[in-house]
């Protein structure tokens, strides 16, 4: 006969603490009053780094680990490493294609709960965030509170190596993979490997040959949203990137970047294969295909590949007639920024 003391399987802990305002219950006293930090918007625990305030201890000792570096939790699968469990466990998803989080609305699964919340808010249109400088709101407090560093200029996350600084760390994060060189992510089609699993999906849109992003003017479409807002400065006119020794101005971030080396004469990037060094990131990865023979980049109209995107973003002119460089003085159209540099000279 068993003891009236035996726990029986399956019986589920008492919760006898309700919190008040939204009549959820607790087992603990303790784990209540964690709770009712939420609503009260209490947080005790502050990091002598950076001074940011935490409602639980745990959050607190996982937050320092980035001021620290430590990254205890590894992924068995790709090596990588991780601040907290949970972001390891989310992460093991990448590799399992585990899809545990589902839509109501449209049935669209989501690896993460975080990113499923954030698509909720295409169906619901909330924005309840709103910046108390210029009045921007936003669907998240993260993405709130990432934006407020605009306006302070605060960059609390230093990376050891190198010393630069940081508003988010996610930025960090993904810069200190500069110093590792670790890149986990890889791509089944062309083996290219990636540091973050963003640019990974990013780039296997050149191999599915989805552009999901139209030009209003002219109807040319895009893989990325950011090359969308580029390309729009042709139609515009804006350069918003300025070069502070001579003055010249770039419609795009990556093309000032590469201008500026012209002064620096900074030639950072080295070809592995014959020694040659170049002054860009992208230009040296282009090169390094002349080595490997890979082509990443294939045109939908004729089955034509090439090493760089900007190779066949030229090319695809030829199928769709596209002319988007335009001479001031008598309108005539050209396919090539070069084309129209030698008719101005005529």
């Not at 939420?38 to 990091?47: A, D, L, M, R, V």
């Not at 993460?112 to 919340?117: A, E, K, N, V």
């Not at 990325?224 to 350069?239: A, D, F, M, N, Y």
């Amino acid at each position: 006969m068993s003891s009236p003391q035996t726990k029986q399987k399956g019986t589920k802990k008492p919760k006898p603490h309700r919190c008040q305002q939204c009549k959820k219950d607790f087992s603990s006293r303790s784990d209540l009053t964690k709770h009712q930090r939420i609503h009260t918007g209490e947080k005790p625990f502050s990091c002598a780094q950076c001074g940011e305030t935490f409602i639980q201890s745990g959050h607190l000792r996982a937050h320092q680990r980035i001021h620290t570096g430590e990254k205890p939790f590894s992924c068995d699968q790709c090596g990588e490493t991780f601040i907290q469990s949970g972001h390891l466990r989310a992460h093991q998803r990448i590799h399992t294609g585990e899809k545990p989080y589902s839509c109501e609305d449209c049935g669209k699964t989501f690896t993460h709960s975080s990113t499923l919340q954030k698509h909720r808010l295409i169906h619901t249109g909330e924005k309840s965030f709103s910046c108390n400088e210029c009045g921007q709101s936003f669907a998240r407090s993260g993405s709130l509170k990432s934006h407020q560093g605009t306006h302070t200029g605060k960059k609390p996350y230093g990376c050891e190596d190198c010393g630069k600084t940081f508003a988010h760390t996610t930025t960090l994060q993904a810069h200190r993979l500069i110093h590792t060189g670790e890149k986990p992510f890889s791509c089944d089609q062309c083996g290219q490997s990636f540091a973050r699993s963003g640019p990974l999906k990013n780039h296997q849109r050149i191999h599915t040959g989805e552009k999901s992003f139209s030009c209003d003017e002219c109807g040319q479409s895009f893989a990325l949203s950011g090359s969308l807002k580029v390309h729009q400065r042709i139609h515009t006119g804006e350069k918003p990137y300025s070069c502070q020794d001579c003055g010249k101005s770039f419609n795009g971030s990556s093309s000032y970047s590469n201008h500026r080396n012209i002064h620096t004469k900074d030639k950072i990037y080295s070809c592995q294969h014959c020694g040659k060094v170049f002054s860009s990131y992208s230009s040296h990865r282009a090169h390094e295909r002349i080595h490997t023979g890979i082509k990443p980049h294939q045109c939908q109209h004729c089955d034509k590949r090439f090493y760089s995107s900007s190779d066949l973003s030229v090319h695809e002119r030829v199928h769709t007639g596209h002319k988007p460089y335009c001479c001031g003085k008598c309108m005539k159209s050209f396919s090539k920024s070069q084309s129209l540099k030698k008719h101005k000279c005529v």
